[in-house]
């Protein structure tokens, strides 16, 4: 079974920092790319990270321009986890954050099949 579950989300005020963590299991992490998305309520899902398979690219990490500069992704694929580090945050950054796993950070939605539930991420002060 493939499983994704996200965690860390949370109430900060603005300019400040959360760590969502994104645990898997099923499946071999360093063979997939991994997006994070989010959606905030009436809202439509955007990509805004990916980093890539260690077959295919290692390391290798996309942002959407909304969080470039503020996001980082990581991946430990020892603990079958990947992270998103989140600074200076700002209230349009609410959402509800998904993470997920892929084929690629160079397809569509990161050519995304299996997804964790969310976790929650408010920014108001």
């Known amino acids: 079974q493939l499983q994704l579950v996200e965690s860390g989300g949370g109430l900060v005020q603005p300019g400040g920092s959360l760590r969502l963590s994104c645990a898997t299991s099923?499946?071999?992490?360093?063979?997939?790319?991994i997006g994070w998305f989010r959606q905030a309520p009436g809202k439509e899902r955007e990509g805004i990270s990916c980093?890539?398979?260690?077959?295919?690219?290692?390391?290798?990490?996309k942002y959407a321009d909304s969080v470039k500069g503020r996001f980082t992704i990581s991946r430990d694929n020892a603990a079958n986890t990947v992270y998103l580090q989140m600074d200076s945050l700002k209230p349009e950054d609410t959402s509800v954050y998904y993470c997920?796993?892929?084929?690629?950070?160079?397809?569509?939605?990161?050519?995304?099949?299996?997804w964790g539930q969310g976790t929650q991420v408010t920014v108001s002060s």
């Open positions: 980093i890539a398979s260690s077959r295919t690219a290692g390391g290798s990490t």
């Open positions: 997920a796993a892929g084929i690629s950070c160079d397809e569509a939605d990161y050519g995304a099949k299996y």
């Open positions: 099923g499946f071999i992490l360093r063979f997939y790319a």
